[in-house]
């Protein structure tokens, strides 16, 4: 549970239709199995003590006092466990039955929880056993103690503040203000659903849907524990579709018909900063909730969920080429616009025959083409220099001339030369100011060719330069509209990818993939046996940890701990923990120290969930200190 991981599970017993000892046996089993598996929040389906198929021998006495003993056998059964458990059962009081959700935990019963609507259309007759549940709690009286019962009910653990249940039953998840909005707003981090929702030709993908929607609209964990295999057949069939569920995203989803077990860890500080960064989220109602608050030993949770190598990037290639194909008309209508409203009918771009812009090109001619205008009005500017290669300035020309631009060659040696005389640099000396001075006539180039011909500069830099700061202050910084600025490097390889995927030009698909093979590089100095000798990613790092790192940096608060054993764990066996670490610290520093260049960015569009904008999405001081970062990495073990 440390760094906000629970571990939680929902799962199936597979039960025999009024044989309520049978059923407390199984449950016990599950129980036993989910402490050794170190589960802290374990539920149950609806009506698992009895089975919810006995129609209407929930009308029997009998029937409801063995489920009331059976009970207590299983809340016994947690004495000496860490596990919170969730069981479902009829309960009678006050002459009124009610389909009830216990939560039990060492061997007691925190509370009652009823359902609240209770379905009486098509399959379901729950209305001629059950009533309505009630939202005042009430003092209940089970095995000689008295127990808090009521829909506002919340169950809140004093060690770790992140974790608060709330808890709802089946139908309830399907009318149109579900009770989990409720005690969301009213605080709960996680609900648990005890379900039993019969199957039918497509309602499983619907009901998926709706569980990813309201942990989505709730900002929670949602844990979704759905009647199976024991249950009557004589009208239905259930199939366990268990689920967990976290703001939106599945974590797990068991095979259905197998009574299996859906088991992951919920990451309570990312719920916690979602609704934190989210201003429109409703926190009230609180006033109205009993909170019952229990203890849990502190420990490390292992870890089984799976976190993206690449957040920013989509896993399955068909959702993948819509995201990208949405993000290519997200840069080219902001770009639309930009030039729309300036009339502008010339765009300038300096192309190298890299990633970056080579992407910022594709998309100017993508806007091009949506106002109308003429590709010849894009100004393609290639700039050998010192220490371009013979590769990447043939890409270059190649892509300019197959997208139908303007190509427009100026060499910048003898400029920069000059420059070196006139600072005193001898221009042997490959420090910073060797590099940076062309950068910046590189700039100075295409600022002053924009301005001839009445055009705009379009910016190259990506995101995660940005991050860095990973670009010359006042050169490649610069610009009159960046149209990669909120794309990460991991990204722009797929959007390049995707675009020559979808060219027919053959020639231009070509260039593209070899684009995609060449190494990262500002190409700033002289190549080695006519290779590049400058690979970015050997200076500052490899670009796919620094995408990872900035994902959960700014998207979620992680602290820096958390984010290098998330690291650790999801490129195991591709880097080490030291390198892993090494890079982290790196990342930290640099993101902190170059501020300056963010603060004053040229604008461009946002496309994703992160920008480094600091007209929108980042408000940071550029002289803010890193110490307390840092000081926390100081503190890890790599070893």
């Given amino acids: 549970m440390k760094q906000g991981f629970v571990k939680v599970a929902a799962a199936t017993p597979k039960v025999r239709v009024a044989d309520c000892k049978y059923n407390a046996d199984k449950i016990i089993k599950i129980i036993e199995e989910g402490e050794k598996e170190r589960i802290r929040l374990l539920v149950f389906p609806e009506l698992c003590i009895t089975g919810y198929t006995c129609g209407d021998l929930f009308l029997q006495n009998r029937l409801l006092r063995s489920a009331r003993e059976e009970l207590l056998r299983i809340a016994g059964a947690t004495k000496d466990k860490e596990l919170l458990a969730v069981v479902g059962l009829p309960f009678l009081l006050d002459g009124k039955l009610y389909n009830m959700a216990s939560v039990l935990y060492r061997g007691g019963i925190l509370g009652l929880v009823p359902k609240t609507a209770i379905p009486n259309y098509s399959e379901f007759y729950e209305g001629r056993h059950f009533t309505p549940g009630f939202a005042v709690v009430r003092q209940v009286k089970v095995g000689g103690k008295m127990i808090p019962a009521g829909t506002r009910l919340l169950f809140a653990c004093r060690e770790l503040p992140d974790f608060v249940l709330g808890v709802e039953i089946c139908e309830d998840i399907w009318v149109t203000i579900p009770p989990s909005s409720y005690h969301a707003m009213a605080g709960a981090t996680v609900i648990a659903n005890l379900s039993a929702s019969n199957e039918a030709a497509g309602k499983g993908n619907y009901r998926k849907d709706l569980i990813k929607g309201q942990s989505a609209k709730a900002v929670c964990g949602y844990i979704y524990a759905d009647a199976g295999d024991g249950e009557s057949t004589t009208d239905v069939v259930f199939s366990a579709h268990n689920m967990i569920a976290e703001n939106g995203s599945l974590l797990a989803e068991a095979e259905r018909f197998k009574n299996k077990m859906a088991v992951s860890e919920l990451d309570l500080e990312k719920l916690i900063s979602e609704r934190q960064r989210i201003s429109t989220y409703v ?357």
């Fill in 283 to 639: 926190q009230q109602g609180s006033e109205e909730y009993q909170r019952i608050e229990f203890s849990w030993e502190i420990e490390k949770t292992e870890l089984t969920r799976v976190f993206e190598k690449r957040p920013f990037v989509p896993d399955k290639k068909e959702i993948r080429d819509k995201v990208c194909d949405e993000i290519l008309s997200m840069q080219a209508m902001g770009l639309k616009k930009r030039l729309e409203h300036t009339g502008c009918s010339q765009a300038v771009i300096g192309i190298s025959g890299g990633l970056d812009s080579t992407l910022a090109l594709l998309v100017t001619v993508r806007a091009f083409d949506a106002l109308g205008l003429s590709r010849e009005g894009i100004v393609a500017v290639t700039m050998p220099c010192f220490g371009t290669t013979d590769r990447t300035y043939q890409n270059a020309l190649i892509l300019a001339e197959e997208l139908h631009t303007s190509l427009r060659e100026v060499r910048i040696n003898a400029a920069v030369e000059q420059h070196f005389k006139d600072i005193g640099h001898d221009g042997h000396t490959h420090d910073v100011a060797y590099e940076n001075s062309q950068a910046r006539e590189r700039t100075q180039v295409l600022m002053d060719i924009a301005n001839a011909c009445g055009g705009m500069v379009i910016g190259t830099g990506d995101m995660s330069e940005l991050a860095l700061g990973w670009a010359t202050y006042n050169g490649d910084h610069m610009s009159m509209y960046g149209v990669n600025a909120s794309v990460p490097k991991t990204l722009v390889r797929y959007l390049v990818s995707y675009y020559a995927e979808a060219t027919d030009n053959e020639a231009l698909r070509s260039v593209l993939y070899d684009v995609l093979d060449t190494p990262v590089s500002p190409e700033l100095l002289p190549p080695k046996e006519g290779e590049i000798a400058q690979k970015t990613e050997d200076i500052v790092g490899p670009y796919e940890l620094h995408d990872f790192y900035l994902y959960y940096m700014l998207r979620y608060g992680y602290e820096p701990e958390k984010i290098y054993r998330m690291a650790v764990e999801t490129f195991d066996g591709i880097y080490d923990k030291k390198t892993v670490y090494k890079w982290l610290y790196t990342f930290y520093r640099r993101f902190f120290a170059q501020q300056y260049k963010r603060s004053c960015l040229p604008d461009g569009p946002k496309v994703g969930s992160v920008s480094l904008s600091p007209r929108g999405d980042l408000r940071m001081p550029s002289d803010a200190c890193v110490a307390l970062w840092l000081e926390q990495l100081e503190g890890l073990s790599v070893d």
